[in-house]
């Protein structure tokens, strides 16, 4: 079992960055790919950003790529979301999520999740 707790989000203006982050507790983090993944109101659930285990590969949406950045430290078995440049539509809430298998960008892949926080960007 592992249990995530996100924090960071808030409310930005366009063009301004938050870094999120991701609390992990109970089984050993480092053996799990993780990833951020968002939900906008009436949207699925949709990939953001991966990372491996030992944080060598990473993944992006394309929506992202260049603006956020996925990084992980397991000696403090927390996982990293900085987001800069931000956009009206990057609206959502963030959720993390760990994978007992290999980088995934496909939500069903994904063991564990985190509750969630909100990221409102304002135009």
């Known amino acids: 079992q592992v249990q995530l707790v996100e924090s960071g989000g808030g409310l930005v203006q366009a063009g301004g960055s938050l870094r999120l982050s991701c609390a992990a507790s109970?089984?050993?983090?480092?053996?799990?790919?993780m990833g951020w993944f968002r939900q906008a109101p009436g949207k699925e659930r949709e990939f953001v950003a991966g990372?491996?285990?030992?944080?060598?590969?990473?993944a992006y949406a394309d929506s992202v790529k260049g603006r956020f950045s996925i990084s992980r430290d397991n000696a403090k078995n927390t996982l990293y979301l900085q987001m800069n440049s931000l956009k009206p539509e990057d609206t959502a809430v963030y959720y993390c999520?760990?994978?007992?298998?290999?980088?995934?960008?496909?939500?069903?892949?994904?063991?564990?999740w985190g509750q969630g926080t909100q990221v409102t960007v304002s135009s």
């Open positions: 999520a760990a994978d007992s298998g290999v980088l995934s960008r496909t939500p069903d892949e994904y063991d564990y």
């Open positions: 109970g089984r050993t983090f480092s053996s799990y790919a």
């Open positions: 990372i491996s285990w030992s944080g060598i590969r990473t």
